[in-house]
């Protein structure tokens, strides 16, 4: 059973930078898709960022971070991170790293079986 534990949340200033960690267990990461999804209270939880866990190690991000959020893999330590840049109130939510058994990148909930439990980022003006 794929186990995913993320850590790097906090509270920090807009315009500040925070990196978050997704330590993933019980599977590989280099056959292995993993996402960031976020929630903010009273909204739907909404893609963030993607990675493919195998050689080439495709990405896709949500137009309202791209430039901003980096994802990135070390498939030898089986750990997703998050650069978070230039953050400001609107990134303000409970971010859940996820994980899904296929090559294909995708940007929807549902096609993530795996989660964490989340960590919680606030921006603060």
């Known amino acids: 059973q794929v186990q995913l534990v993320e850590s790097g949340g906090g509270l920090v200033q807009a315009g500040g930078s925070l990196r978050l960690s997704c330590v993933v267990s019980g599977g590989t990461l280099s056959r292995l898709t993993t996402g960031w999804f976020r929630q903010a209270p009273g909204k739907e939880r909404e893609f963030v960022a993607a990675?493919?866990?195998?050689?080439?190690?495709?990405?896709r991000y949500a137009d309202s971070v791209k430039g901003r959020l980096i994802i990135s893999r070390d498939n030898a330590k089986n750990t997703v991170y998050l650069q978070m840049n230039s953050l400001n109130l609107e990134d303000t939510a409970v971010y859940y790293c996820?994980?899904?058994?296929?090559?294909?990148?995708?940007?929807?909930?549902?096609?993530?079986?795996?989660w964490g439990q989340g960590t919680q980022v606030t921006v603060s003006s």
């Open positions: 990675i493919r866990g195998w050689t080439g190690g495709i990405t």
């Open positions: 996820a994980a899904r058994s296929s090559a294909v990148v995708t940007t929807i909930t549902n096609d993530y079986s795996y």
